[in-house]
């Protein structure tokens, strides 16, 4: 068990740039979150996948964003037509079964800079 | 709209003393709370929860107390570590129609324990 890897660590793009995101969750785990953290905020929901299906997405979830979870393993974010108000970390977490008494186990994040 | 809200930024103890880290809901529906905490650079780990049906959670150094009809849940860390220093999160649970057990996040609180 490696834990949640996210790739890559960092990003610096520019301003109208797509990026992608990937994260490998814990094998053995059927759900997956993304949240996207900005400076002084806690972590905001943006969508959650169970296996393959992507079952909610947050309204902070703008058409600009997508994601996947093709085969119901690794998940992929993308944000096409980057602005600067996507700056920000974006953490993937994983869980098996209920997450409220074992909580997520969540991965180190993508730290999105765009200039 | 600030569900979960941690209104002291950072608390600073000696080590040994007990630190008592503070959270607020303002949402009748959470039934979950949770702890995390995070180190610079890493992402957030899963630390302790409490059902809305208890009022005191307990692990090793860690206890959560709920008071519901306050609508407040706080922390105790007994005794307080050095290693303990990292921001805290307090985290609410909702089940959602879609199946997903989302976490509204505080803003977090800094805590440092001095030697």
């Known amino acids: 068990d490696t834990g949640v890897s996210q790739d890559p660590r960092h990003k610096i793009t520019k301003r109208g740039q797509n990026v992608t995101f990937r994260c490998d969750p814990i094998s053995e785990h059927n759900r997956l979150y993304w949240y996207r953290q900005t400076l002084g905020q806690g972590p905001e929901f943006l969508t959650y996948f169970q296996n393959e299906a992507q079952l909610e997405k947050s309204r902070l979830l703008s058409d600009r964003f997508s994601a996947e979870r093709p085969k119901g393993s690794f998940s992929t974010l993308e944000i096409q037509r980057t602005e600067q108000g996507d700056s920000a970390m974006y953490l993937c977490?994983?869980?098996?079964?209920?997450?409220?008494?074992?909580?997520?186990?969540f991965g180190s994040g993508t730290r999105l800079t765009v200039v | 709209d600030q569900q979960v809200k941690q209104n002291s930024p950072s608390l600073s103890v000696q080590e040994g003393r007990i630190s008592i880290l503070n959270c607020d809901y303002t949402?009748?529906?959470?039934?979950?709370f949770l702890w995390y905490k995070k180190y610079p650079a890493e992402g957030p780990t899963f630390l302790i929860s409490?059902?809305?049906?208890?009022d005191k959670n307990e692990d090793g150094r860690f206890t959560v107390f709920l008071n519901k009809s306050a609508k407040h849940l706080s922390l105790h860390i007994v005794p307080s570590q050095p290693g303990d220093s990292a921001v805290y999160f307090c985290?609410?649970?909702?089940?959602?129609?879609?199946?997903?057990?989302?976490?509204?996040f505080g803003k977090g609180m800094k805590l440092t324990v001095n030697p």
């Open positions: 985290a609410a649970s909702l089940l959602t129609q879609g199946g997903s057990e989302k976490l509204v």
């Open positions: 977490a994983s869980s098996s079964g209920t997450s409220r008494t074992l909580g997520y186990t």
């Open positions: 949402n009748s529906m959470f039934d979950y």
């Open positions: 409490i059902s809305s049906i208890k």
